[in-house]
């Protein structure tokens, strides 16, 4: 664990980052992601009292909440379930989840834990587009608001049994393997690129020497010795 801590905080400086910028940037992309899924929602980036705000809406009316708490740590800790809770119960809302890039034994991408749901951010989305739909389904239904707390707890035996605790594991699972896959895809071309760019420099450098060469006799003077350079490594562009 400690050895981990210390590559993270290694990364963290090799970037110029800290764990609190790092923090705010993973809040800032999961809000924008929100938005771009539910774009008829009020999704807003709060940062205290539940880092994000999910209002759902139907109609253009609300018709329930949803709050998330974003943890970038190696750990899940009892301390961000109990303040995901809090945030919970100040914002008054209908759901809490702890998007957490953290470990637990036991914990293999989605739980549920003292009343808060526990997910990988790469399960994030079916979890909120689930509650999402509850939400907007018992209002399209006109469920009184004594009723939704008991079906609340029914969906929320539901959402921690096989049926689907199983699919949101294998969701966070297959992510994680694309999300492998295209980092040695990246590496593979990437080899591929560096081989073709010392090849062309190798090209370019020869044909000039050989035209050199070539002036040389034709004014009667020895051809030079031919001596290849170093190939200057390849230099990708800065991503967009």
Known sequence: ??????????????KGSTPQTEGLEFEENLTARLRKEFREDDIQHKGHGGDILH??????????????ECKR?????????????????????????LVTTGQKKGFSGFAQMDGVLVV?????????SLLRDYLREMN????????????????MKYIISPQFK?????VVQLASELQDMIKDEAKEHFRTWNKRWSNYQTIEWDSSQIRKNLQ???????????IHPKVTPLQLPAPL
């Open 216 to 226: 040389l006799v034709l004014h009667g003077k020895k051809p030079e010795v031919i």
């Open 1 to 14: 664990k400690t050895i981990q801590t210390l590559k993270e905080r290694v990364d963290q400086l090799k």
């Open 166 to 170: 199983n699919p949101i594991e294998e």
């Open 140 to 155: 399209k239904a006109k469920i009184p608001k004594e009723k939704r707390t008991i079906i609340a707890q029914q969906l």
């Open 73 to 97: 740590k190696p750990r899940i800790e009892s301390k961000d379930i109990h303040q995901a809770h809090l945030a919970k119960q100040s914002r008054e809302a209908d759901f809490a989840v």
């Open 55 to 68: 209002i759902v809406k139907f109609n253009r009316e609300s018709v329930g909440v949803i709050i998330y």
């Open 120 to 128: 990988s951010p790469l399960g994030t989305i079916p979890l909120a």
